[in-house]
């Protein structure tokens, strides 16, 4: 929507305010995102992503949907700099199909808080040393005490960069598996839905990475391309 003035809003930049809230008591914060909720085919992939007291923010982030991939590539190494710990989570088409996507994503950020919290070898209590803070609604199957952020990516600098590198992380495996099934067009389209995906569904049926719990996948043979 544009502004008063005529011309449109400015991009939202997360601020650090939560982070410093967290280092003010000592703590550090755990910034968590997903990608790959709505795909037909491909994992879920999370991360989770701690700085370090005091640090500055990499200019640039935000909400990876707001970036372009370019945008994204550059901004991967700074944060890798930066970052105290990265922890990635994934779970699998097979896991989503099994436990549903709500769950088989708590599960991959439970992998990824896990992953980081080995990184970082602090011998106190998670629970006592870290605030965790998700994107989202709350999500009571993740099974460990976290907060969340509804437009979190938006909002907060942690999950803003937690996002830009899960996104670059599946895009980059959709990728790979492009180029083993060719047929379904992920090396653009990274599994999400569009007209020549669904085109190739229906002309060769599904591969091994797709979901077949999800429509229209599930009321298709199963095919091996």
Known sequence: MASATGSPPA????????????????????????????????????????????????????DSKTLSALQRASLVPELRGRAAGIGIGAASPREIDRLNIRVATALAMRRAVNRVW??????????????????????????????????????????????????????DLMHRLARLHPRYGWETNVGYATSAHCAALAAFGPSPHHRRSFAPVVQIPLFSS
């Open 118 to 171: 080995r990184l970082l070898s602090i011998r106190e209590p998670l629970e006592t040393t870290c605030r965790i803070l998700i994107d989202g609604l709350p999500l009571p199957e993740l099974g460990l005490p976290h907060q969340a952020l509804v437009d979190g990516d938006a909002l907060c600098y942690s999950i803003a960069a937690a996002g830009v590198i899960a996104k670059e992380i599946r895009d």
């Open 11 to 62: 991009t939202i930049e997360p601020t650090l305010d939560r982070e410093v809230a967290a280092w003010s008591e000592a703590r550090l914060l755990i910034g968590v995102d997903e990608v790959g909720r709505g795909p037909l085919a491909g994992p879920v992939v999370a991360a989770a992503i701690v700085f370090p007291a005091n640090s500055r923010a990499v200019l640039g982030v935000r």
